[in-house]
């Protein structure tokens, strides 16, 4: 490929996880140094591993961290300023759902969704922020919903954890704008992750009746693939995007327009 990231650090939370892993390696394919964060240790592992046997010369690692508490999102700057100098890209991606009616959802849900799908952006932000502002051209990409700018019933908890991102990234691009940091942030559309693959296997559908399934809700009427997304969020984390700041990318396969 083109080494748009060639002797860039970059940190990406919820690192194990489909669009994460997509990620990680899409960045190692353009030449950056990679640190993925989740708390799935072993998950996060093999995302490692499978990235360091296909991508030659890869430099990545993985912190098994929990982002949702502010220390943490401090200790895995740190890790990546340690392992490969300071940070120049940033991508929240770490992202939890729950599915319970807004007239029914209890306290404990709401806390832990906020603390894993928004503080975590928050705190990151933060922890990584004094890097980007030096880098020149520092870059961070959050990764929101189409379910941030859309309605629907039964994920209200997560739905607005999604708007909430995209809010906080205009803000944080009117912030940094004079330091140099760009923010946006990209919502993908139903994309084929470990997530739907698990939530099927419950519902007693295999992977392969879940690929083969039409997708309704889009004109594309098929998933996405994981590395659909990872491209995108590459683009905006890469120069190319340098008058990109405070966007939101719909990744959706044409949802908008049915
Ligand atoms: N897959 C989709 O269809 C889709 C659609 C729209 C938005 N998204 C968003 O994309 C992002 C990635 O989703 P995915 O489909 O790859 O899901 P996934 O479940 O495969 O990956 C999410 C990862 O986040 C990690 N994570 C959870 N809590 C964390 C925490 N406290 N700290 C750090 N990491 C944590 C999980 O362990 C997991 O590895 C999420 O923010 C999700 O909301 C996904």
């Known amino acids: 490929m083109t080494q748009r990231l060639a002797g860039r650090t970059a940190i990406i ?5 489909g669009i994460g892993g997509a990620t990680g390696r899409v960045f190692c394919e ?3 140094r990679v640190l993925l964060v989740d708390p799935n240790a072993e998950a996060l592992e093999e995302v490692v591993a499978a990235i360091r046997a296909e991508v030659a010369g890869a430099e990545v690692a993985g912190a098994a961290l929990d982002v949702s508490a502010e220390p943490a999102c401090a200790e895995a700057v740190a890790a990546a300023r340690d392992a490969f100098g300071p940070v120049d890209v940033l991508v929240n991606n770490a992202g939890i759902r729950s599915y319970e009616p807004l007239a029914e959802a209890k306290a404990e849900t709401w806390e832990r969704i906020l603390a894993v799908n928004l503080l975590s952006y928050a ?3 933060k922890a990584a922020l004094p890097d980007l502002r030096k880098a020149g051209n520092g870059a961070m990409v959050n990764i929101s919903s189409t379910y941030g700018v ?6 209200g908890q997560y739905d607005a954890t999604k708007a909430g991102i995209i809010a906080m990234t205009r803000t944080l691009a009117f912030e940094e704008a004079e330091y140099g940091v760009r923010v946006n942030s990209l919502c993908p559309g139903y994309t084929l992750t470990p997530f739907h693959v698990r939530r099927a296997a419950e519902a007693g559908t295999s992977e392969a009746e879940l690929r083969a399934a039409p997708v309704k809700d889009c004109i ?3 998933w996405c693939d994981p590395r659909e997304i990872a491209l995108p969020i590459l683009w905006l984390a890469s120069d190319e995007a340098s008058y990109m700041t405070a966007t939101n990318i719909m990744v959706d396969g044409g949802r908008p327009v049915m």
Request: proline share 0%; hydrophobic share 40%; aromatic share 4%.
């Open 220 to 222: 594309m009427r098929r």
């Open 123 to 125: 705190f990151m932000a």
């Open 150 to 155: 859309s309605g629907r019933a039964g994920m």
């Open 13 to 17: 939370t919820g690192g194990a996880g």
């Open 30 to 32: 353009e030449g950056a």
